[in-house]
């Protein structure tokens, strides 16, 4: 699909954007979509940060998919986020493949795709454009600021570097760093694509091909870490594809064939290289390094309002990457509420229907509504 033709909003920002690694990047495009009304004193907004694989269509249709929106459980009327009651948010990331600008974009200089040669880019990156975007739509202070993996990276990190542009946050199944084994997970879908003779060193848009192999085999390694052994059983046990083996490497077993269908399915809306700067991108996540090595500096003062909150059975963020997340809050006496949802439905909880995820949210946020 052609980018350009994306439903929805875009902002081209006015001025070169600041990047952690020392480039100004322009011209930078945020694709974005809204959902509800804003109100008049423009109080009532809530940014929706999108994880790895997320884009900004939250609540609608996907335009390539077909598909629901990926929080469309929570976003809506009625529900968690409330759209007859908040003003919501959701901008593609930078570095994104859905609008926002990313490697797959025209890079000036040449006329020809970016590839590697766009820069490295980093949370406080996309924090740092979320923010133009915020200051272009005239809001001063987000009533929230809300996300989930990725996308809880980000809302930390708004409120560790903005804390007087919100007045809440919810942080879920999300971490103040990237651990080793999750770096480890993205290493070996990074040399999945790279490995792909399609890829050729970035440079396939240019080409007129794609890594589609690769970056399948990618998106299916990380899948099975958004998931929990329980689940997988669940979901698919050992039953058999056909009903009985076949003694040869094809998808004999139900969860292989869903494997590889998760993988060929989410190569016809996702950019390689865009894989590869954004799992880069949480990578170099580490909060506490950019605060002296002490997590608690990052918030000392705050007066935002805090809901962490973390699955029980999700091992890609457990619950004691939340705990950090509460003690360095409660060190400096922040307004931190905390629950561990339990569920077996592993990382991916937060995406699915869980009432009691669903009903903490919503008490918190009016909760803070009622706040003084």
């Not at 908040?86 to 593609?92: D, K, T, V």
């Not at 865009?274 to 580490?286: E, G, N, P, Q, V």
Request: aromatic fraction near 10%.
């Amino acid at each position: 699909m052609n980018m350009d033709a994306l439903p929805g909003h875009k902002l081209v920002l006015d001025a070169p954007l600041p990047l952690d690694c020392g480039v100004e990047l322009e011209p930078v495009t945020v694709a974005y979509q809204t959902y509800g009304t804003l109100n008049a004193d423009r109080s009532n907004a809530i940014l929706i940060c999108h994880a790895l694989t997320g884009d900004q269509f939250v609540a609608d249709r996907h335009p390539i998919t077909g598909k629901p929106g990926w929080w469309q459980a929570m976003v809506g009327p009625g529900k968690v986020f409330d759209t007859d009651r908040y003003f919501l948010i959701c901008s593609n990331v930078l570095g994104g493949c859905m609008g926002t600008t990313g490697p797959a974009d025209l890079n000036p200089a040449t006329g020809k795709a970016w590839g590697l040669d766009f820069p490295v880019i980093t949370i406080g990156d996309m924090v740092r454009a979320q923010v133009r975007l915020i200051d272009h739509l005239g809001i001063a202070k987000l009533f929230c600021v809300a996300g989930g993996s990725m996308g809880g990276m980000q809302v930390l990190e708004w409120a560790a570097r903005y804390p007087s542009r919100m007045r809440a946050c919810v942080p879920v199944a999300t971490a103040a760093r990237h651990s080793a084994q999750n770096i480890a997970f993205h290493e070996v879908g990074r040399q999945a694509i790279t490995a792909d003779p399609e890829w050729r060193d970035g440079a396939y848009a240019n080409a007129d091909t794609r890594p589609q192999r690769g970056l399948a085999v990618a998106r299916m390694a990380a899948h099975i870490t958004y998931l929990s052994e329980a689940a997988l059983h669940r979901k698919f046990g050992r039953n058999l594809q056909r009903g009985s083996l076949t003694f040869g490497f094809d998808a004999d077993f139900q969860v292989e064939s869903y494997l590889r269908h998760q993988g060929i399915s989410f190569t016809e809306r996702f950019d390689a290289n865009s894989y590869l700067y954004i799992t880069r991108a949480m990578d170099y996540f580490d909060l506490a390094a950019d605060h002296g090595g002490a997590l608690a500096h990052a918030f000392t003062g705050t007066r935002v309002h805090f809901c962490v909150i973390s699955f029980s059975s999700d091992w890609l963020f457990p619950t004691s990457e939340s705990r950090a997340v509460v003690k360095a809050l409660n060190s400096v006496a922040a307004n931190v509420s905390f629950v561990e949802v339990d569920s077996d439905k592993g990382h991916d909880a937060f995406l699915l229907d869980e009432p009691e995820f669903h009903a903490t949210v919503k008490g918190f946020l009016a909760g803070v509504e009622s706040a003084t």
